[in-house]
């Protein structure tokens, strides 16, 4: 089993900056890729940023390419996602999840997700 534990949302302006942390725990050594997703109010949820637990490449969502940036600290089991020049469509309760093979769109574990609310 992989805990995941999401923080760091907030209110902030448009225009604002927020980090987001993942906190992994438990069998960390099975994660191959941790992705943020999020979700807004009345819509789906949508993919916004993954990173290969080894090796590091990363992967975005045309949506937010320059402005996050997702990064990794292996040592603290943590995944963050840097959020520059937020804009009110950023609103959204921000999940990350764990892939623990390469199968696409499989998801094995899901943190409790962090609110993120950008006001105009």
């Known amino acids: 089993q992989v805990q995941l534990v999401e923080s760091g949302g907030g209110l902030v302006q448009a225009g604002g900056s927020l980090r987001l942390s993942c906190a992994a725990s438990?069998?960390?050594?099975?994660?191959?890729?941790i992705n943020w997703f999020r979700q807004a109010p009345g819509k789906e949820r949508e993919f916004v940023a993954a990173?290969?637990?080894?090796?590091?490449?990363?992967y975005y969502a045309d949506s937010v390419k320059g402005r996050f940036t997702i990064s990794r600290d292996n040592g603290k089991n943590t995944v963050y996602l840097q959020m520059n020049s937020l804009k009110p469509e950023d609103t959204a309760v921000y999940y990350c999840?764990?892939?623990?093979?390469?199968?696409?769109?499989?998801?094995?574990?899901w943190g409790q997700g962090t609110q993120v609310t950008v006001s105009s």
């Open positions: 999840a764990a892939a623990t093979t390469a199968i696409p769109r499989r998801y094995d574990y």
């Open positions: 438990g069998r960390t050594f099975s994660i191959y890729a």
């Open positions: 990173i290969r637990w080894s090796g590091g490449s990363t």
